[in-house]
Nanobody, 122 residues
Framework: QVQLVESGGGLVQAGGSLRLSCAAS????????MGWYRQAPGKQRELVAT???????NYADSVKGRFTIPRDNAKNTVYLQMNSLKPEDTAVYYCNAAVVVTTTPLRALNAWGQGTLVTVSS
């Protein structure tokens, strides 16, 4: 079993910054892609950013130039550095990981964190 634990959400004024963290724990696993998604009230969950184990990144157009997604493979941890925050960034942010459990037989998991609320005031 792999668990993702997020931290770092909170209330911030527009133009401010926040950094989210997501740490994966468990045993006998390898993580390929890690990412962040968000869900605003009344809206569907949407991709924010992803990063592969090799460091390739992908960002939603709405956050390009403002957010970055560093990753520490040794710690199985991914971050979301959010700068120049806007009220429309207000949402619950979820960490996601594409995991391969390396016990026999191998199996793939799509793991989700519990979510952390980010509120940006105008």
């Amino acid at each position: 079993q792999v668990q993702l634990v997020e931290s770092g959400g909170g209330l911030v004024q527009a133009g401010g910054s926040l950094r989210l963290s997501c740490a994966a724990s468990g045993s006998s696993f390898i993580i390929n892609v890690m990412g962040w998604y968000r869900q605003a009230p009344g809206k569907q969950r949407e991709l924010v950013a992803t990063i592969t184990s090799g460091g390739s990144t992908n960002y939603a157009d709405s956050v390009k130039g403002r957010f970055t997604i560093p990753r520490d493979n040794a710690k199985n941890t991914v971050y979301l550095q959010m700068n120049s925050l806007k009220p429309e960034d207000t949402a619950v942010y979820y960490c996601n990981a594409a995991v391969v459990v390396t016990t026999t037989p191998l199996r793939a998991l799509n793991a989700w964190g519990q979510g952390t609320l980010v509120t940006v005031s105008s």
